[in-house]
């Protein structure tokens, strides 16, 4: 018997991930987003929404542009940092001592230390209310080679990525592989 | 050292949520996502993109609704078949021998055998290129009572959601809680 629980903000999974920008004066800036997802195959889209009061939010629109940072569980506490303090207020990179790369493809910072980055082009934004929904196209990704497998992809359980858990605000980590997708559901 | 991967569509976690909608007919349809994500707080708003091709991007357009059903790891077998074949085709929730309920709120039915599930109102379509980004007002959350915390929130431990591995396309469960969000990071 299902209870109704209210119209919440409550879906499982969703990521933790960092979103990387430069303000007006070029100063890297860095914010934890949980609302996010792909969301295109072709061309490679990512989205992440953010509300206008961040300062990640006015990052994005003077440049056109910012970084997907996904942090592994040993960079869960620069992780939550970033979602905690704001870059109007100190250099964030600065206070979790992380590094800032500029990106070559677009004017976007990524963070050194995290396994893997998407460096994202904004192709859209859509005010839907407290939050405006950028949709980033994917111009590269970068990966350590410590999290690639053998074929050079990177691999999840190498990854290890953090989990947002709507409901209690807990992170999680990635548990068992339960089987392949598009098969093990062909006798269902 | 950071390794190019080039412009692919991985990220990491990203879902494996089921959307429920009706057909032209009513018939009630199926289709799993991993592009998808909470994108804003209020109204509450939940995003899942989908090719122009597939049957249930019709049925959103007809009905101006749609629900997300999040699997437990125990729906691992359906959650695969439904994002295997197309409503166009078959009756999936026969095949599946699975119960669609029509939702009191919006045209669209869910999953009664699943332990949430989010009933959502069209609110923007979003034309990207091979994919269609809707977003949907989350106008309530079912839960089994099952799930549920003492506070009568769904619990992410007790619902045990599939995690979809982008890569590697495999399904994998929560593992452990590594700490709270907006409080490990304040020492970083």
């Known amino acids: 018997m299902k209870q109704s629980i209210g119209a919440k903000t409550l879906a ?7 979103v990387g920008t430069y303000d007006m004066n070029e100063k890297p800036n860095a914010m934890t987003v949980a609302w996010a997802g792909i969301c295109c195959s072709n061309p490679p889209c ?12 006015a990052g994005i629109m003077e440049n056109k542009a910012f970084t997907v940072n996904i942090p592994s569980e040993d960079n869960i506490k620069e992780a939550d940092y970033f979602g905690i303090t704001s870059g109007r ?3 964030k990179f600065e206070a979790a001592c992380l590094t800032p790369i500029r990106s070559e493809l677009v004017p976007a910072p990524y963070i ?6 998407l460096e994202c082009k904004l192709l859209h934004s859509l005010e839907i209310g407290l939050h405006t929904l950028f949709v980033g196209e ?8 410590s999290v690639l497998d053998e074929n050079g992809n990177p691999d999840i359980e ?3 990525p953090l989990i947002y858990g709507t409901g209690n605000r807990s992170y999680y980590g990635i ?14």
């Open 138 to 145: 994917i111009m590269d990704i970068k990966a350590e080679e």
């Open 175 to 188: 548990g068992c592989n339960l089987g392949k997708a598009f098969s093990i559901g062909k006798k269902a």
């Open 158 to 160: 190498k990854i290890r």
């Open 46 to 57: 990512i989205s992440v929404s953010l509300r206008k009061a961040t300062y990640s939010y």
């Open 12 to 18: 499982f999974p969703t990521p933790a991930w960092v």
């Open 112 to 117: 050194a230390e995290f396994p893997v980055i």
């Open 89 to 91: 207020d100190e250099n």
